[in-house]
């Protein structure tokens, strides 16, 4: 079955990175479109990057210039990359096989100030 396993994330202080990892099993990974979300408490889950079969990237406003999402069909994963990291940023990513009801785990990130 379809599996997605998310790492990477972890406590930072503000102006710091972190490399969020997604591993994905059960598909052919280079013909799928994927993508992160993040959610915070209160708040309905939102799109932070994206990146199609071909490597077409989608950013969200709030994180172009400071993410980078990419991926590497070698290894079925895909990354997100985050610079520059803000209080706001915090909250719970995920990945996910776009348009697909299939979804990882989620991983943790906190941004202190």
Known sequence: ??????????WVQAGGSLRLSCVVSGTI???TPMAWYRQTPGKERELVASISSRSKEYYADSAKGRFTISRDNARNTVYLQMNSLKPDDTGVYYCTWSGT???????Q?????
């Open 101 to 107: 009801g299939y979804w990882g785990q989620g991983t």
């Open 29 to 31: 990974f280079s013909i």
């Open 1 to 10: 079955q379809v599996q997605l396993v998310e790492s990477g994330g972890g």
């Open 109 to 113: 990130v906190t941004v202190s100030s």
